[in-house]
């Protein structure tokens, strides 16, 4: 009698999810297909049938936020106006952010991701920026949106503050996201 396989869609949410427990352990360079095999007692060919490098293991890992990115910008875009279409995107932003919260804690600073990162993700990180800077970004919107993503990344990536809950994070994130990329007008 033939042993029952496993549906292919099966093994890898089981590759996916182990590659995840082991970059939040070792980081994304210092995790090896042999290390995600091993972990799941397979063989190293066994992991290559599911995907082909641990760039697209991290990419299948990123894909959520990358959808999630996507619909936000998406519905900021069919805004009439730029500071509609802005606060649209820090919000979803804010809301994408906590969602994917534990994904984060394992990303967000890991020296291997600019390396990694698929070139969708980069794209639609691009687009964003454009909402949040505005149509004629000068210095202070430029500098104000890589403030806000930096600091949103960490503060959700951030294990000090992981007591926080969900709700409490998302609203003094929402908060400071509205003070922090935000249009200057004279004066301000």
């Given at each position: 009698m033939a042993k029952p396989v496993s549906p292919r869609g099966l093994a890898r949410g089981r590759v996916l999810d182990c590659a995840v427990a082991l970059f939040a352990e070792c980081g994304v360079h210092g995790t090896s297909l042999?290390?995600?095999?091993?972990?799941?007692?397979?063989?190293?060919?066994?992991?290559?049938?599911?995907?082909?490098?641990?760039?697209?293991?991290?990419?299948?890992?990123?894909?959520p936020i990358l959808e999630d990115v996507t619909r936000v910008i998406k519905i900021a875009e069919a805004l009439p106006?730029?500071?509609?279409?802005?606060?649209?995107?820090?919000?979803?932003?804010?809301?994408?952010?906590?969602?994917?919260?534990?994904?984060?804690?394992?990303?967000?600073?890991?020296?291997?991701?600019?390396l990694i990162a698929p070139m969708e993700l980069r794209a639609v990180t691009g687009e964003l920026r454009k909402l949040l800077e505005g149509p004629e970004p000068d210095a202070q919107s430029r500098i104000a949106v890589a403030v806000f993503f930096a600091g949103m990344g960490n503060a959700v990536a951030d294990p000090l503050l992981a007591d926080i809950d969900d709700d409490e994070l998302h609203g003094v994130l929402l908060d400071l996201s509205n003070r922090i990329v935000r249009p200057t007008t004279d004066g301000d």
């Open positions: 042999k290390m995600i095999a091993q972990r799941l007692g397979v063989s190293k060919a066994a992991v290559y049938y599911q995907f082909s490098s641990k760039e697209e293991i991290a990419t299948e890992v990123l894909r106006d730029w500071e509609a279409r802005r606060a649209v995107a820090c919000s979803g932003l804010v809301e994408m952010a906590i969602r994917h919260r534990q994904l984060a804690a394992v990303f967000v600073g890991d020296p291997a991701m600019p």
